[in-house]
């Protein structure tokens, strides 16, 4: 019972998590506009155009639940995972409850009544469809029962059965189209995987055309470079080439075939990512070392600035060996780096800060920031696909850093205090299989 309880409890929480995360952008100006709004109208209610009914004690209150909403920044750091929780009960009795109340209490008068029209479809802009078809029912029935508590002699209003028809047509509107919305969303999302799969198709046929091209310089070269030292010794006529240029060519094919593998696997986590990939074959995986593999990263990552480069600190005194793709490493490596001085330019401070360590079981890489932390809420979805809470992000980078890891039978963890720190744990199996170091 108990760990049913438990459940329904963490349901109706991640319910508001998601209410939230619909319009967390919004919360200052709705916060403002209910701290202005409630005692602003209570005047002009009151004074300047008379209602038969106002009620100043409840006014105060949505304005101090918005005044909650618009201050969530200052909040103490404890408080901030009752966020959600502020946000639902905020909306529950600043909308629906307060203005289904008060219009009833005026018998269902025409400004009020308009009054509880644009608090509808003020819903319908602030929360998700499901939210919107709660928060409504159970706000209404509250003011229903409000009322009726309230009033010596309640009495249902005759025009409250016309507007019920309006309401309703708004509700049902509204929601589908919130849904519409979301579903047309989801729709674009798709259209955009399914033309960057395609990109990603395409470009496999060149890539494969260098590939060719190197296999076959790879076997001819050195027969050109015998025949090219026979000319030379026989004094025949042909074009000096330097030293130096002949000695530089074969390890150019190596940079190019490996460029060419690091293209393709870029190729993988596209189509990864946009669906047309659902795993990481083992194929090309190899033991490979830890340290060599961040040293390879930190050299190779395109940082904007000396600056930037100098704020990343890499304890390199121990390593271990891992069985994987140095590739795919290096790329989960780049993402965390990105995020990370994402994170430390928009806090205005922050270091960053890499360092291994061994355990029985299991080894471990550990990535940590000193800049802007993750929210509390936010923290349990950051490696959801498509889960982003910045205007520009994609939300599939750490979804793939997860499976990533998953494929190297080993896992990524994150660990964050808002506004201190940011932690990412890899772990790596420690046994590893029979076969030569890459």
Request: glycine share 6%; hydrophobic share 45%; with cysteine.
């Amino acid at each position: 019972m108990a760990k049913e309880k438990f459940k329904l409890t963490s349901a109706i929480y991640q319910a508001m998590e998601r209410s939230l995360s619909h319009s967390e952008h919004q919360l200052v100006p709705v916060g403002l506009v209910g701290v202005v709004g409630f005692p602003l109208f209570y005047y002009v209610w009151t004074y300047v155009f008379p209602q038969n009914y106002e009620n100043l004690e409840l006014r105060l209150l949505g304005a101090f639940f918005t005044a909650g909403l618009m201050l969530h920044s200052f909040w103490p750091k404890r408080w901030l995972k009752y966020l959600p929780v502020w946000w639902y009960i905020t909306i529950l009795y600043c909308l629906p409850f307060f203005f289904f109340f008060i219009m009833l209490k005026n018998n269902a008068a025409v400004v009020p009544s308009m009054a509880m029209l644009i608090a509808i479809f003020l819903m319908i802009l602030l929360v998700d469809w499901i939210s919107l078809l709660v928060m409504l029912t159970s706000g209404m029935l509250f003011g229903a029962l409000a009322y009726y508590l309230s009033t010596p002699q309640p009495i249902i209003p005759e025009m409250l059965w016309t507007y019920f028809g309006v309401f309703a047509f708004a509700i049902v509107a509204g929601a589908v189209f919130n849904y519409k919305t979301a579903l047309l969303h989801q729709h674009r999302l798709e259209g955009m995987a399914s033309v960057t799969g395609n990109i990603a198709h395409e470009l496999r046929t060149p890539l494969l055309g260098i590939k060719g091209g190197i296999e076959g310089l790879r076997h001819y070269l050195p027969i050109l470079f015998s025949a090219y030292k026979l000319a030379k010794e026989n004094s025949l006529k042909v074009q000096t080439i330097r030293r130096v240029h002949l000695q530089n060519l074969l390890p150019a094919l190596d940079r190019m075939e490996g460029e060419t593998r690091f293209a393709n696997t870029i190729i993988d986590m596209l189509l990864m990512n946009v669906g047309k990939k659902t795993n990481i074959g083992q194929e090309n995986f190899h033991i490979s070392s830890i340290k060599s593999t961040v040293d390879e990263a930190l050299k190779r990552y395109p940082f904007d600035s000396a600056e930037e480069a100098e704020k990343i600190h890499w304890d390199n005194k121990r390593d271990f060996n891992y069985y994987g793709s140095k590739i795919l490493m290096i790329h989960v490596l780049f993402n965390l780096i990105k995020n990370a001085l994402h994170f430390i330019v928009k806090a205005e401070k922050g270091e960053i800060f890499i360092w291994l360590s061994q355990g029985e079981k299991y080894n471990h890489l550990h990535f940590k920031d000193t800049g802007l932390g993750i929210k509390s809420r936010v923290l349990p979805h950051i490696f959801d696909r498509f889960y982003t809470t910045t205007l520009t992000g994609t939300g599939i980078g750490l979804s793939y850093c997860k499976v990533v890891m998953e494929s190297f039978n080993g896992d990524i963890k994150c660990y964050s205090e808002e506004d201190h720190y940011t932690e990412f744990t890899l772990s790596f199996p420690a046994e590893l299989p029979d076969e030569p170091i890459g």
